[in-house]
Structure formats: C-alpha cells, structure tokens
C-alpha cells in the first residue's frame, strides 16, 4: 500500500504565502515525476507543477515566477511554495507521484494520488 498525504492548504489574503507538502509512505521502491495538479469549483484537474527525480521542474503559465516546486527524495516528499497569491489560485490542490512499487513477486509502477488540500485566497 501506498499512499500520498498532503498538508499546508489553508486560507490566505491575496499576495500571501503559502507551502504545501506532499509525503509518500509504504513499499516505495523509487518515485520518479512528482507534481501538483489542482480543481477549482466547476473547473477540470489541471497541472500546477511536476518534478522529476533529477529536479527538472515544469510550470503551468498562470504560476510561472509566482509558484516553486522542489523535493527531497530522502524524505520521498515533494513542496509547493506559493507566492503572490491570487484568487484564482483558490483550488483543491493534489499531489501526484509515478511509484516504483515493491510487490511480493516484482516492481510495478502506479500512478497515485493524493487525497487533495483546499487552498483559499481571499480578503
């Protein structure tokens, strides 16, 4: 069993700052691209930022120089630092992650998901 838990999401005033954290956990064998995606309310999933496990970075343009994301592959854990928040920013935020899984019998690669953190930003 794997599993990815987020936390950091909360509610800020536009310009504010915010880092979310992304942790993996269970029979990982390695992880290779790690991203953000976010939802906001009537809108589909879409790509915030990814990482791969030699730290190329790849952004969406609405958080191009605003939005950072960085991992630390001790800690199987990825972070999304935001600045200069805007309302639109407002957004369930995922985390994703491309696993090397250890089975009983071989390695398989999965796809999995966080459970999503809200990120808020309003005055």
């Known amino acids: 069993q794997v599993q990815l838990v987020e936390s950091g999401g909360g509610l800020v005033q536009p310009g504010g700052s915010l880092r979310l954290s992304c942790a993996a956990s269970?029979?990982?064998?390695?992880?290779?691209?790690m991203g953000w995606y976010r939802q906001a309310p009537g809108r589909q999933r879409e790509l915030v930022a990814s990482?791969?496990?030699?730290?190329?970075?790849n952004y969406a343009d609405p958080v191009k120089g605003r939005f950072t994301i960085s991992r630390d592959n001790a800690k199987n854990t990825v972070y999304l630092h935001m600045n200069s928040l805007k309302p639109e920013d407002t957004a369930v935020y995922y985390c994703?992650?491309?696993?090397?899984?250890?089975?009983?019998?071989?390695?398989?690669?999965?796809?999995?998901w966080g459970q999503g953190t809200l990120v808020t930003v309003s005055s």
């Open positions: 990482i791969t496990s030699g730290d190329s970075t």
């Open positions: 994703n992650a491309m696993v090397e899984v250890i089975t009983t019998i071989e390695l398989r690669w999965l796809e999995i």
């Open positions: 269970g029979s990982i064998f390695s992880i290779n691209v």
